[in-house]
């Protein structure tokens, strides 16, 4: 069965760092497209950032420079390195199985929240 | 950046049929997915491209793509049918669209 864990969600002031955890069981993220997504308070769905099964990155504008998205095939985690957070960056953040390039989720997992504020 | 219009809401009565739709330039050009989510809960996807239906979700559930609108139709609409509908495509990126609340009446 297919699971998404997301950990490491907080209260942070603006300016500061974070890193998202997604730990996935039931499949290997090295051999799957992997996204994560937020969703701002009462808002709607955001794509943040995607890393491919060979390892290339994509971003949002928005989270450009500022996001990075890595892998650690050997505990089958995907992170979310946050730097220079600001108050528009509060969110639940999911971490998300993409079924392959360009498609859709067809696995979430249930969110972390995320708050940037002093 | 390519946008997704949908309507902010949706009330259909119990029993009937609602359509929401999903806007955007071209889209009948694109693969549509569309997820429904709860209050406190993760997406779940109910159609892919643009017609499909994931094993679990009920016939009740139908999509459909063309021109500038894909739309998604729920029949014989439910109490549990109530939620947040989300379609999606990709654009150098997931792009979402602005979401529809459904509410059964």
């Known amino acids: 069965e297919v699971q998404l864990v997301e950990s490491g969600g907080g209260l942070v002031q603006p300016g500061e760092s974070l890193r998202l955890s997604c730990a996935a069981s039931?499949?290997?993220?090295?051999?799957?497209?992997m996204s994560w997504v937020r969703q701002a308070p009462g808002k709607g769905l955001e794509w943040v950032s995607l890393?491919?099964?060979?390892?290339?990155?994509y971003y949002a504008d928005s989270v450009k420079g500022r996001f990075t998205i890595s892998r650690d095939n050997s505990k089958n985690k995907v992170y979310l390195h946050m730097k220079s957070l600001r108050a528009e960056d509060t969110a639940v953040y999911y971490c998300?199985?993409?079924?392959?390039?360009?498609?859709?989720?067809?696995?979430w997992g249930q969110g972390t929240l995320v708050s940037v504020s002093s | 950046s390519y946008d997704l219009t949908q309507p902010l809401s949706v009330s259909v009565a119990l029993g009937q049929t609602a359509r929401i739709t999903c806007g955007g330039d071209n889209i009948g050009s694109k693969n549509v997915h569309w997820y429904h989510q709860k209050p406190g809960q993760a997406p779940v996807l109910v159609i892919y491209?643009?017609?499909k239906r994931p094993s679990g979700i009920p016939e009740r559930f139908s999509g459909s793509n063309s021109g500038n609108t894909a739309t998604l139709t729920i029949s014989r609409a439910q109490a549990g049918d109530e939620a947040e509908y989300f379609c999606q495509v990709w654009d150098s990126g997931h792009v979402f669209g602005t979401g529809t609340k459904v509410t059964v009446l």
């Open positions: 998300a199985k993409d079924i392959g390039y360009g498609d859709y989720v067809d696995y």
């Open positions: 890393i491919y099964s060979g390892g290339s990155a």
């Open positions: 491209r643009d017609t």
């Open positions: 039931g499949f290997s993220v090295s051999s799957y497209y």
